[in-house]
């Protein structure tokens, strides 16, 4: 919901509510830009969206204060984004610097999302001290990491060399046993070493349809948009998928295996219907 030109007011919570009620996803991710520049228009509609018996994940920079009663929402998730420590952060980030975060997430429920970057890496212990801060506050229910992700062909400073990327799953690895908020499973973490290595054979993008704040474009193949390089994926979401995937049902047949022979035959049986196949979870992306 980024572009403001795009739907706002009534127009925005009743199209919303439209697509819903037509796609029927199981999660609904509302990002942005920030998704709060629609404060009004969130508040009307997170209750209607919860009352469908969907989960809604609210990804924000907490730039402003939230509705109180969110706390008290069951299926609902807002997730902060932190860009490191104060120091890096509050430089990318501003105005949503650290102090006004703290100020505005007091008394809610947050997921603190980070993404990581080459730069963090070069200094030994950065993770531990972002978990340090972040998880003895009461307001914090968990912390995800995600690797940064480049499109094919870029050359940023913040792209991880493979080294660090294998440095960045051990020390999860290793925090993962002493800060039990950094909710990631190990199977996950592992998952950050052989990311899908092409839109087709990830089981996120095949599972999600991603729309622009006009409720129509679709960006494809991922959140990402664009050419995003597979190979270097560090989407928490694609990897925790990736490890429901690779799990083996009675040890023997991946569900992954499972998951495709069951949306190659959703899709046999929809282009027989002609009708398209459903598609979950569906965010809503600017
Ligand atoms: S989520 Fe990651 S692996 Fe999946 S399509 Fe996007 S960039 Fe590729």
């Known amino acids: 919901m980024r572009e403001l030109n795009d739907r706002k007011g009534r127009e925005l919570v009743d199209g919303v509510i439209e697509l819903v ?9 509302i990002v942005g830009g920030d998704p709060l520049v629609r404060y009004r228009e969130l508040e009307t509609m997170v209750p209607l969206l ?9 990804v924000t920079s907490a730039f402003r204060p939230m509705a109180a009663d969110w706390a008290k929402l069951p299926r609902l998730n807002v997730v902060v984004s932190i860009d490191g420590l104060p120091p890096e952060h509050d430089v990318r980030r501003k105005p949503a610097t650290y102090d006004r ?15 990581i970057t080459a730069q963090m890496t070069k200094r030994p212990g950065y993770l531990q ?5 972040w998880t003895p506050r009461p307001e914090i229910e968990r912390v995800w990491f995600s690797i940064f992700t480049p499109q094919k062909g870029d050359d940023l400073p913040e792209i991880l060399t493979k080294q660090e990327r294998s ?12 800060f039990p908020k950094l909710e990631m499973p190990k199977e996950l973490i592992r998952q950050f070493a052989a990311p899908p290595h092409r839109p087709e ?6 599972t999600t349809q991603t729309l622009s704040a006009d409720l129509k474009t679709k960006i494809t193949p991922c959140q990402f948009g664009g050419n995003p390089d597979c190979g270097s994926c560090g989407c928490v979401a ?3 998928l990736a490890a429901v995937a690779s799990h083996k049902l009675g040890g023997v047949i991946p569900v992954g295996a499972i998951f495709k022979a069951s949306l190659k035959i959703g899709q046999w049986r929809a282009r027989r219907s002609a009708e398209p196949p459903p598609i979950q979870p569906l965010q809503v992306l600017p």
């Open 21 to 29: 009620d037509r796609l029927k996803p199981l999660h609904l991710s």
């Open 50 to 58: 919860l009352d469908r018996g969907i989960h809604v994940q609210i």
């Open 238 to 240: 694609s990897m925790a």
């Open 101 to 115: 975060i703290l100020k505005n997430i007091a008394g809610q429920k947050i997921t603190i999302h980070c993404t």
């Open 201 to 206: 054979d990830c089981v996120f993008a095949l």
């Open 167 to 178: 440095g960045v799953i051990r020390d999860l690895l290793e925090l993962g046993e002493k």
């Open 129 to 133: 001290e972002f978990l340090e801060f």
